[in-house]
């Protein structure tokens, strides 16, 4: 996809987020995060890679508290540079606002022994398309992220209008093995379940 597209795509949806409620965010959040602990990919999961929501992105915060009550160790990014890495957290009380304002680990830390034998990994994305090609937001952090990763399970959650009928990808793009939303769970690649 052209560089011009993907902006234009990254506009159409900065408006449409701009018009999502306050009740229509919560809404939607608490669906996700129902539909999340009941996809069959939570079974046996090692570990989960988290993003912690901003603005008006799909919510996450809901859902770190509930994995933190089930005790499933989880991981959160932190930017150095040009890359992310993931330090695991147990409460609010372990993040601070950091690269663009958005939550971060207070400190980088080793993940555990086996972490990352079967993780899930949620991601957040712009835009994505029922094949499972995702828009980030430009910087390449998590295509860099999930290229180095030899194992797991990658969701996208996003909210349905977000979801396009084809999105070129790149060469560098990382593609999502399947998408969450408020209203359904679409399997992008079958070879992965």
Request: hydrophobic share 40%; glycine share 10%.
């Amino acid at each position: 996809m052209e560089i011009a597209r993907k902006g234009e795509i990254r506009k159409e949806i900065a408006g449409l987020r701009k018009k999502v409620t306050p009740e229509e965010k919560q809404r939607w959040d608490t669906a996700i995060q129902e539909r999340l602990f009941l996809l069959p990919q939570m079974e046996n999961i090692s570990g989960i890679f988290c993003y912690i929501d901003i603005g008006k992105e799909a919510g996450t915060k809901k859902i770190l508290e509930e994995l933190w009550r089930k005790k499933i160790p989880t991981a959160v990014p932190r930017v150095t540079g040009q890359e992310m890495a993931f330090s695991e957290i147990f409460s609010w009380r372990d993040v601070r606002p950091g690269y663009m304002g958005i939550l971060e680990p207070l400190g980088q830390t080793a993940l555990p022994d086996g972490f990352d034998t079967n993780p899930l990994i949620l991601v957040p994305a712009v835009a994505l398309d029922l094949k499972g090609n995702r828009i980030g937001y430009g910087g390449g952090y998590y295509d860099r992220f999930l290229g180095r990763l030899t194992r797991g399970y990658v969701v996208g959650l996003v909210y349905e209008f977000q979801i396009y009928e084809d999105i070129q990808a790149e060469e560098h793009d990382r593609a999502v093995d399947g998408i969450l939303t408020p209203n359904r769970f679409v399997v992008c690649r079958r070879d992965r379940i």
